[in-house]
Each structure stands twice: as structure tokens, then as C-alpha cells.
């Protein structure tokens, strides 16, 4: 029989450990783990073989040889893989359970104590509202973790760190309470708390960072999730002294946005994004990326200030011309073309060349943008569908009471995409 038991070993120190750890470790004949792990479970607890390797391709090789090797005496082969924290948090655990499994193991799998349940015990705080994010060996998206949630745990250990986490808060402004764990359980333990933008002061204080911390981010104020397209007036257009950014309005927003569908999980690219107010509802919408290109500084400053007021984090800023600066960019899913300075073709070329199956809306306020759209999709072989959208608002005039409808441009949101 081949018999396995991949056991999470708890927070860091041996007195961590479960009872029913403890009992799957002293009865296994190999222990495999990485070596810092294995320290951890300590020498006098292991009475078997022990196996160094953080690698579950290894660990499952090594498994299969020692099952060999007991086959061939007749004895059953009885083996343990210890993991730091807990087996079903971010672990080893769910890789090497896959392949062992395929080879026809009998897997147990043993829960141990999570830093996310160690370090909200140690702050005196529940963690069912936690969003809980792994930058561990991997990357994740800061902005889009924190965006939409109120509290969010990290578990570090990549080229995300705490020190990457703190001065993304303070570069894009976010008032938050921040708190730091090293070496949690150890006796050189750290936890480390303080506030970014106290006083409207955002810099990064002095604090304890080793590789492997954990972080809470506790975002201060309203978190206002899938709330719609915004109001005109909420968006910053300019200073009085300089000309006044163009936007593309509410109404033609809230259609531009449904015919893009963002789902979880995309990439969208808003091309001329002016004041920013099509990347920022898009960054609102859904758990997504949003990376925003503007070439005029003005209206890259008036897009980085409401990117800001609207604390749309998982919206990045490109400042540069499309083309060129697309080449930069992961690819799309979908995208937003508002503004294109005669260089459509070439960035649906890019667009599409990145990701056959892309999703892609045009703003035309002119016949020409319009007709150019079309032509490109008969060149290119593309879907093409057109909606104009004519919006009328009301207005009361200073000098009579009444209320008249006042219109604006017409509009007309072109949708480009492959032929099924």
C-alpha cells in the first residue's frame, strides 16, 4: 500500500504543530519537505528518512522510489510531506496531492494553523472579511486585491514585499492602516502597525521586512464597489487656469462599458483616455486590469487625479502614444479606443494581432472616425456593429422658470471583433 500524508506543520515553530501532525510524522517511514520546513518539525521528531526539496515533481519521484524499494521487501510504504502554515492555504500541498493521486497514492491530508489565523489572533481581529491574496513565489496585482476590499491579507515571499505594498499606497494616495509580521511564532517575532496618510502625510516609515512577511491592509473611509458609471460632475476636468480636459459622458460611458463586458480577470486597454473616466468606471466594474494611455501631459496629470479621487487602484497609467507604447502593455481582452490621432488601424492591428479574439469599442464623434471603422473591419475581416447614441439632458435656463432638454453630440460606440 502506498500511503501519504501531506500535513501543514503550522505558522513556523515546532509548537505549532497539531497533535495529529506529530502523530503523521513519527509514524512515516520518509519525510520530504523543504529544508527550512524540516528543520521546523525538528530531527527527534522524524524517526524515518528524511528528504530535502520544495519541489513537488521531486518529493513525488522520491515517493515512488521508496514505495519501490518497500515493495521489493514487502513492507507498505508510509510517507509524510510537510508544508509551513496550513496544506489548504496557498500550499505545496494542492500540486503534489495531484500527483500523487494520478500515481495511485492513498493521500490524507492533515490542516495546520495558517499565518492568516495566527496573525489575526495576534491583532485581536476576526478574518472572515479578509481578502486574502499569495504573493508568494508569484505575483499578484496590488491595485486590483485592494480596490475592492476593505481589509486585505497578503502572504509575501516574491517580488511582491511588505516595503513594495507600502509605497504602492503611498504613490497612488490610499488612506490605510498597514500592518507588517516577520518571523511570526519565532522568538524574534515582529509586528509592525502604522497609518499611511496621516496628517495628508503619505511616506514610507521605517519597519521590519524579511522575505517571507505577512501584511494587512485595512483601507480608512467608504469602499464603494460596482456603484455604475459616475456623475460628470464627480471627475476632476482641469485647473481654471488651463483648458478643460475632454470627457466622455455618463450616458455613453454606461453603454461603452456594457458592450465591453469586463469580467474577472481581464486585461483592458483604454487608448486616449483623456480625463480618464472610461478606465475609471471600467476600473469599478469589475476585478480587473485597466491600463489607461494618454500622450497629452495634461490630461495624463487629470487622469492620474481622478484615478486617485476615485481610489481606482487597478487602473495603471501609461503616458505615451499609441502605437508604440502598446507593445508594453499585457495582452487585451478589451479595448477602449476614445481618442486615436489618425493611427486607428495600426492600434487594432496591435490589438488584435495580441489576441485574435479581442473585444474592441470605438467612440466616433465624427462620419469620418465612423467610416474609417467600417473600412477597417471589411480590410480586416472583422464583426461590425454600430450604435448612435443622442442624449438630451434637462436644463434650466437662469432667466425663465422652466426646464428645457439640452442636447449633446451625437455619439456612435462601434463594436469590432472576429467573426464567428
Not at 524540516?38 to 521531486?58: K, Y
Not at 478574518?127 to 476593505?150: P, Q, R, Y
Not at 485597466?290 to 481606482?312: P, T, Y
Request: proline share 3%; glycine share 8%; hydrophobic share 45%.
Amino acid at each position: 500500500m502506498k500511503k501519504c500524508f501531506l500535513v501543514g506543520v503550522g505558522t513556523g515553530s515546532f509548537s505549532f504543530l497539531t497533535l495529529e501532525a506529530v502523530k503523521c510524522v513519527e509514524s512515516s517511514a520518509l519525510v520530504a519537505g523543504a529544508k527550512r520546513v524540516l528543520e521546523c518539525v525538528g530531527t527527534d521528531l522524524i524517526n524515518g528518512e528524511q528528504f530535502a526539496s520544495f519541489s513537488s515533481e521531486e518529493i513525488a519521484k522520491e515517493f515512488e522510489r521508496f514505495a519501490r524499494e518497500k515493495e521489493k521487501i514487502g513492507e507498505n510504504a508510509v510517507c509524510c510531506a510537510v508544508f509551513s502554515g496550513d496544506s489548504g492555504f496557498f500550499s505545496g500541498a494542492k500540486s503534489l496531492e495531484k500527483i500523487l493521486l494520478a500515481d495511485e497514492w492513498r493521500v490524507e491530508i492533515v490542516p495546520g494553523i495558517s499565518s492568516v489565523q495566527y496573525f489575526a489572533a495576534k491583532l485581536f481581529q476576526s478574518w472572515e472579511d479578509w481578502n486574502l491574496v499569495s504573493a508568494h513565489g508569484t505575483d499578484c496585482d496590488i491595485g486590483m486585491e485592494i480596490a475592492f476590499s476593505k481589509k486585505t491579507f497578503f502572504l509575501t515571499g516574491g517580488s511582491v514585499s511588505a516595503k513594495t505594498i507600502a509605497h504602492f499606497l503611498c504613490e497612488n494616495r490610499v488612506r490605510s492602516k498597514m500592518f507588517v509580521g516577520s518571523r511570526l511564532s519565532y522568538a524574534d517575532e515582529s509586528i509592525t502597525q502604522f497609518e499611511i496618510g496621516e496628517g495628508d502625510s503619505f511616506f514610507v516609515p521605517e519597519f521590519e521586512d524579511d522575505s517571507l512577511s505577512v501584511v494587512l491592509v485595512e483601507r480608512l473611509g467608504n469602499v464603494v464597489l460596482h456603484a455604475g458609471s459616475l456623475p460628470d460632475e464627480a471627475f476632476f476636468r482641469g485647473s481654471s487656469k488651463d483648458a478643460v480636459i475632454p470627457m466622455t459622458k455618463r450616458v455613453v460611458r454606461a453603454a461603452a462599458v456594457s458592450f465591453l463586458a469586463p469580467c474577472d480577470g481581464e486585461v483592458f486597454w483604454d487608448i486616449g483616455s483623456g480625463s480618464g473616466a472610461i478606465s475609471v468606471d471600467l476600473a469599478r466594474s469589475a476585478r480587473i486590469c485597466v491600463h489607461s494611455v494618454e500622450k497629452n501631459e495634461a490630461a495624463f496629470l487629470v487622469s492620474k487625479e481622478n484615478r486617485a479621487r476615485f481610489c481606482a487602484l487597478n487602473m495603471t497609467l501609461h503616458f505615451g502614444e499609441a502605437p508604440k507604447i502598446l507593445a508594453l502593455l499585457p495582452t487585451p481582452d478589451a479595448v477602449f479606443v476614445g481618442g486615436s490621432n489618425g493611427k486607428l488601424l495600426e492600434i487594432l492591428d496591435e490589438a488584435f494581432s495580441r489576441n485574435p479574439s479581442v473585444r474592441t469599442v470605438v467612440s466616433c464623434i465624427t462620419v469620418e472616425t465612423l467610416a474609417g471603422c467600417r473600412s477597417i473591419a471589411d480590410s480586416r475581416g472583422l464583426s461590425f456593429s454600430a450604435v448612435q447614441i443622442s442624449v438630451a439632458s434637462s436644463s434650466v435656463p437662469k432667466s425663465a422658470n422652466v426646464t428645457l432638454m439640452k442636447a449633446e453630440n451625437p455619439v456612435w460606440l462601434v463594436t469590432l471583433c472576429a467573426k464567428k
